[in-house]
């Protein structure tokens, strides 16, 4: 079992930043790629980005690239999602997830979740 514990969202103006921590515990940290997801009101959950086990590899969705960056500090059993030049459609509950063998977009590819943080850019 790995248990995964989102924080740092809150609320933030347009054109703001965020950064977003996900503590793991209960397993080597450095055997699973992790990734990020949001799901707003009445939407589905949506990939936001991913890395690799070593932080080699990095993935993101369309939609932040250029304004978000996820890395990770496996001395520390953390990922990081920092979060530049805000958009009100960034409003959403974060997700940090974890996959012992996928790095990439599709959540049914995760093993485990976090309870989630939510994040409100207003305008």
């Known amino acids: 079992q790995v248990q995964l514990a989102e924080s740092g969202g809150g609320l933030v103006q347009a054109g703001g930043s965020l950064r977003l921590s996900c503590a793991a515990s209960?397993?080597?940290?450095?055997?699973?790629?992790m990734g990020w997801f949001r799901q707003a009101p009445g939407k589905e959950r949506e990939f936001v980005a991913a890395?690799?086990?070593?932080?080699?590899?990095?993935y993101y969705a369309d939609s932040v690239k250029g304004r978000f960056t996820i890395s990770r500090d496996n001395a520390k059993n953390t990922v990081y999602l920092q979060m530049n030049n805000s958009k009100p459609e960034d409003t959403a509950v974060y997700y940090c997830?974890?996959?012992?063998?996928?790095?990439?977009?599709?959540?049914?590819?995760?093993?485990?979740w976090g309870q989630g943080t939510q994040v409100t850019v207003s305008s």
């Open positions: 209960g397993r080597t940290f450095s055997n699973y790629a």
């Open positions: 997830a974890a996959s012992r063998l996928y790095t990439g977009s599709d959540p049914m590819q995760y093993d485990y």
């Open positions: 890395i690799s086990r070593s932080g080699g590899r990095t």
